[in-house]
């Protein structure tokens, strides 16, 4: 699984992989919805339309293909592109597609129809960044050129030069007609987006610019390289302070929400909090023993959360940097940390291949997933559900959707559905009583392991609306839904049997 992304609305996940295929599953049963087929190499990317009536995919067998979900996953079309694709996205208005590899294409969202190829670069695209209107796309190529495009027209409004080496890096200011680059050889340019001059070329950093981050305010640029970060003022190009004290490669730089601080983490096992204002390292952070790998803020801003190869997690107050817990029990370096939308909980998956959720008010690990068998890759926690949920996609391949549930003073995560080697798995479930399926339908889902064991009309009402879901994820040759416990407890689940699925609808019982 290369990655896995919600719909806007939370009712979809699509999840993209090594195998060719994307696929979408319906949040709420599990069930595998479309298996969407046609590249004949590596899914890498993939993005919901705004209205998410549309989905549109990027491949690394150079194309870029466009389904309508409206119409079961029909294939609207497949364009072409010189090189790997490398990333795909819509406008914010939803009425273009852009993607880029070796040239940057924008297609009509409704039709298909490619609007206009962006041609002028010589290499490979290397970054793309949108205006905050949608209005202007901003590229920067390994033909050392950043070019502004407009986005209605194709025209290249302008082509900014001056860089000596791969523009690796653009980013485009959330307040001002500004752009800013950074290349190969670790220098920044600031440009102005209506004349097209370089305001300023920024020097200082020794090698490649890992990232530049406008803050909220955009005046403000942080842009870090090796050991260091640096923050430039964005209307003069002044370098207001060099943040030197890392000993190991800088791995992440975030802003709050409110902009006044930075954060840094690094392989030198800290994080560092900056003042912006005076370029001061309020705290160093020590207390990771080995290279932190990620560092998150909590949706308020107030804490940041670092996981560590160390196999840890620490809260740190961003005010006065006191570590306010750490989080231990796993058992190997931290792969992921996210928190909850509303901050009141993060979820940990390590290399130990176990799952953990924190109470973020105490440090109290407040369940855990035991033996997941296969290394976590992503976590993604769905902003939109009416229940805190989350999806993780692993390096075997497969997805699963995991529940948290508060009963009483107990919290459990539950496993609401998986995916197990392509195959729909439909044990225990029941469907004597569901009206509408034909004798072939039920000789289908009894193969797949249902029962026509009778259970009352009340239940079958319920259960109607899935069972014809899975009718559907039938026609497509390899989908499933193997839903089960959420958390294994040996005493219950004998070694072995943890993996037994259960029957979609069934999710209200919990095994702790």
Not at 25 to 46: F, K, M, P
Request: charged content about 20%; proline content about 3%.
């Amino acid at each position: 699984i290369l990655t896995v992304a919600f719909s806007q609305q939370g009712d979809i996940i699509a999840s993209a992989s090594h195998d060719k295929t994307v696929r979408l599953w319906d949040a709420e049963t599990g069930a595998c919805r479309q298996i969407l087929t046609g590249h004949s190499s590596e899914a890498r990317c993939v993005a919901f339309s705004p209205k998410e009536d549309y989905l549109a995919c990027a491949s690394a067998d150079n194309t870029v293909r466009l389904w309508d979900l409206g119409f079961g996953g029909t294939r609207q079309f497949a364009t072409s592109h010189s090189d790997a694709v490398s990333s795909v996205k819509y406008s914010p208005h939803g009425d273009q597609i852009v993607s880029c590899s070796g040239s940057i294409k924008l297609l009509d969202s409704e039709t298909g129809v490619a609007h206009c190829v962006l041609v002028g670069h010589t290499d490979h695209v290397r970054s793309i960044a949108y205006s905050p209107q949608g209005d202007f796309l901003a590229s920067g190529s390994n033909d050392n050129t950043v070019r502004l495009w407009n986005v209605e027209t194709g025209a290249c409004r302008q082509t900014f030069t001056g860089h000596t080496n791969n523009v690796l890096v653009v980013a485009y200011s959330p307040c001002k007609d500004q752009i800013a680059s950074g290349d190969k050889n670790g220098t920044l340019r600031l440009w102005n987006v209506t004349t097209g001059v370089c305001q300023q070329a920024l020097t200082g950093h020794t090698d490649r610019v890992g990232s530049i981050i406008y803050s909220p305010k955009g005046n403000r640029v942080a842009s870090n390289s090796n050991n260091t970060v640096r923050i430039w003022d964005a209307e003069s190009g002044v370098c207001l302070h060099t943040l030197s004290g890392h000993s190991g490669s800088v791995m992440s730089i975030a802003y709050p929400p409110r902009g006044d601080l930075l954060v840094s983490a690094s392989t030198d096992c800290t994080m560092r909090l900056w003042d912006v204002e005076t370029g001061e390292c309020r705290q160093i952070s020590i207390g990771h023993t080995e290279g932190v790998s990620s560092v998150v803020y909590s949706p308020q801003g107030s804490q940041v959360a670092t996981g560590s190869e160390d196999g840890s997690v620490k809260l740190w107050d961003v005010e006065t940097g006191e570590c306010l817990h750490t989080l231990t029990g796993h058992t190997g370096g931290i792969a992921s940390v996210v928190y909850s939308p509303k901050g009141q909980r993060i979820v940990s998956g390590g290399h130990d291949m176990t799952i953990r959720l924190w109470d973020v008010t105490s440090g109290q690990c407040r369940a855990v997933v035991e033996s997941i068998g296969t290394v976590i890759q992503c976590i993604a926690w769905s902003t939109t559900s009416n229940v805190d949920c989350f999806v993780i996609g692993y390096g075997d391949g497969s997805v699963r959707m995991w529940h948290v549930v508060e009963d009483g003073d107990v919290c459990h995560i539950r496993l609401h559905w998986r995916t197990v080697n392509g195959e729909l798995v439909l044990t225990d479930t029941l469907i004597q009583d569901v009206r509408g399926l034909s004798q072939l339908n039920r000789q289908l889902l009894q193969q797949r392991g249902a029962k026509g064991e009778p259970f009352s009309l009340h239940e079958a009402s319920k259960q109607v609306i899935r069972k014809v879901s899975v009718i559907s994820a039938l026609k497509q040759p390899s989908t499933e839904v193997v839903p089960e416990p959420s958390s294994v407890n040996p005493a219950i689940d004998p070694p072995g049997q943890s993996d037994q699925p259960e029957e979609a609808g069934e999710t209200e019982e919990t095994v702790e």
